[in-house]
């Protein structure tokens, strides 16, 4: 007998089915199967894609100090009308300081009113430029004798026709000395085609250094973010972020790691460094940034500390040799952590935020499975043994989770914690959405899935192929990818934290090196790819409780959590099928629930997708379901997610 003709049959003869047949959901209210852990979900963070430079720090200006390329000044022009002339070189004989070793000179040979030299810079781009707006214009100067200024600063149409914003400044000398100035647009229509530009009115040779541009920053912070890609982030209620890396943490070489002490202090004292996907960081977002943006975003930092080992295979031996390399780690974790009496604690205090943030995890390394010289065990030992003994209460993560084989994992220490990796095929995160981490020891070592995204091409998303992909992923990915989350909640008792990655990419040409990411934006505008509103449909609708959910003769994949106080509950729904799905929900223990429901659902073609020109393509939508008891049934849309929120009266 099929299951089809069971339940006519059963009722013919007058029996009550045990339980519904055909496709059934059906959820254990009367006890959590387990704890939601407080650290779902977070976001990870690298510079990779310009996420930073271009991205979420704000600065407009590129190759702001000069150091992007030893031989010329990239991203940089001369600017001259008819009837003036100049040149520009880059010049190492007058350095602004130590840490930054070079400067721009400027030579004007032929200059007058209304016939100004220059210089030029392009942008991330472009430069955005919105109506009724105050920028801060800065930059280091000084001048050869006879000139002393002025400089006109301003922010122009890119053919250099209109000017949106300017001010000049005066007194320069043969002093470095750093000018501030407001720059505030008018009433013009916002545009990206615009370009900065500080030029002369009459000859004379200037250095320049640090030329910055900085638009309105999230909660007008110095030195801040986007605000509308921080808002984004914001959105998503992440409870942590994982920093800096990923790659960027290791860098290429050892010289090229993220070495957090030159990433702090005055901008004047940061030099930068290459960063290992392919283009140099300015640091302006470094150590301290990332912690203000985990508190602007109320989450708390996951720290990844370098540990030895850089991406093109050098390593560094454990034992002696490693030993300045774990006291940089313990001083960082001093920075982030120690009170302001201690030695880094003070150096955090004085860059304005005496109070020591929360940490919890430190994370040794990125993706030590590449190291084959076989030493993370030894280093992972080294740096464990280390923060254990001065910061007992931190937990400290591995990066080779269990999809790699026993004998690269870590042995010698109990890690508290393993990350893993998985960037999936959609097909697959359907197949491990289908019990992967019920199998896995609740006794530990709990789990972080530090780094996740699924990509729908037939190509893996480092392949130089996916340059001529859309940057962000379509519909189709997005259904792997809230397969997955399903699969995560159900286990989010071990499953501690997870993250999608990359988080960010600039759509402007050749500005990423990976696809498919999260939030795409050029210099002006910004929107979040369908997996960004699935992820936020999970991230915001998580209770504090697992609950168990069977589904039976249904392809819809489920999670199910609650909210203890409230006892609200979210039932995740995922149909990738094209076809709608119904289920019979049959609610154990449900008491008394409200009879309408809120469903909030993303549902579209495959192959529909949000870009920068059409950001709002795929987009959840709140309903109404009525009839909700502790039997209904209900339909998934063909295609869709769902979060079916059911009040508990
Ligand atoms: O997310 C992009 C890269 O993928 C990360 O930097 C690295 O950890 C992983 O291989």
Redesign the pocket.
């Known amino acids: 007998m099929t299951r089809k003709w069971c339940v006519p049959l059963l009722l013919i003869l007058g029996v009550t089915a045990p339980h519904a047949a055909g496709p059934t959901i059906t959820i254990d209210m009367t006890q959590p199967s387990g704890k939601v852990s407080p650290r779902f979900y977070g976001l990870m963070t690298?510079e990779?894609n310009h996420s930073y430079d271009g991205g979420l720090y704000a600065e407009l200006v590129q190759n702001r100090a000069f150091l992007d390329d030893a031989a010329s000044p990239v991203h940089w022009s001369v600017v001259q009308g008819e009837g003036a002339a100049a040149t520009i070189a880059l010049d190492r004989s007058e350095p602004l300081n130590k840490d930054i070793g070079v400067s721009l000179r400027l030579d004007v040979t032929q200059a007058s009113t209304g016939h100004a030299a220059g210089i030029v810079n392009e942008g991330y781009w472009g430069t955005p430029v919105r109506p009724k707006t105050r920028y801060r214009a800065s930059f280091y100067a000084k001048a050869a004798p006879g000139f002393n200024g002025p400089i006109a600063v301003s922010i122009q149409s890119d053919d250099g026709r209109t000017t949106y914003a300017t001010a000049n400044v005066t007194g320069l000398s043969r002093a470095w000395k750093r000018y501030e100035l407001t720059l505030e647009s008018g009433n013009v229509g916002p545009t990206a085609k615009a370009r900065y530009v500080l030029t002369a009115n009459r000859p004379g040779k200037i250095w320049f250094s640090l030329v910055s541009l900085f638009p309105p920053t999230f909660r007008n912070q110095p030195n801040g973010f986007r605000p509308e890609l921080m808002q984004m982030l914001v959105d998503l209620k992440p409870k942590f972020l994982r920093f800096p890396?990923?790659?960027?943490v290791e860098g290429d070489q050892i010289a090229d790691r993220f070495d957090w002490k030159k990433t702090i202090g005055p901008l004047s004292e940061r030099p930068g460094h290459m960063a290992p996907w392919s283009y140099r960081s300015s640091d302006g977002l470094g150590l301290h940034e990332f912690l203000l943006w985990c508190e602007d975003m109320n989450a708390e930092p996951v720290l990844a500390v370098y540990a030895g080992y850089s991406l093109k295979g050098a390593y560094v031996k454990p034992g002696p040799d490693l030993e300045p390399y774990v006291q940089d780690a313990l001083d960082e974790i001093e920075y982030v952590t120690g009170p302001a009496t201690s030695k880094w604690g003070a150096m955090r205090a004085a860059a304005g935020h005496p109070a020591p943030f929360t940490l919890t995890y430190v994370e040794v390394g990125?993706?030590d499975f590449f190291d084959r010289s076989g030493s993370y065990d030894q280093r992972f030992a080294q740096f464990s043994n280390a923060i254990k003994a001065r910061y007992p209460r931190l937990k400290v993560i591995s990066t080779v989770g269990f999809e790699h084989p026993e004998n690269q994992r870590v042995h010698s220490v109990r890690p508290d914690v393993v990350d893993e990796?998985y960037?999936r095929t959609v097909d697959a995160f359907l197949k491990a959405a289908r019990g992967q981490y019920e199998t896995y020891d609740r006794k530990g070592p709990e789990i972080f899935v530090g780094?996740w995204g699924a990509y729908e091409t037939s190509f893996p998303p480092w392949d130089r192929r996916s340059q001529a992909e859309a940057p962000t992923p379509n519909m189709q990915a997005a259904l792997g990818d809230a397969a997955w989350m399903t699969e995560m909640e159900k286990n989010a008792d071990i499953v501690v934290m997870n993250c999608y990655?990359?988080l960010l990419v600039h759509v402007g040409p050749g500005a990423r090196q990976?696809r498919p990411d999260l939030i795409g934006y050029d210099a002006l505008r910004v929107y979040g790819s369908p997996s960004y509103h699935a992820m936020k449909m999970f991230s915001t609708h998580l209770g504090d409780e697992i609950l168990k959910a069977t589904a039976t003769d249904t392809d819809v994949l489920v999670s199910v959590t609650r909210e203890s106080r409230s006892r609200t509950i979210y039932v995740k729904l995922v149909n990738p099928a094209g076809a709608d799905a119904p289920v019979q929900f049959d609610l154990k223990g449900a008491g008394t629930l409200a009879s309408t429901a809120t469903a909030v659902t993303l549902s579209a073609d495959p192959k529909a997708t949000n870009s920068i020109d059409a950001p709002d393509t795929v987009a959840a939508v709140t309903s109404k379901v009525a009839g909700v008891k502790s039997s209904f049934s209900y339909k998934v849309p063909a295609h869709g997610i769902v979060v079916l929120i059911l009040e508990v009266r």
């Open positions: 690298e990779i890396g990923g790659n960027y990125n993706e990796h960037y780094e990655a990359p990976w």
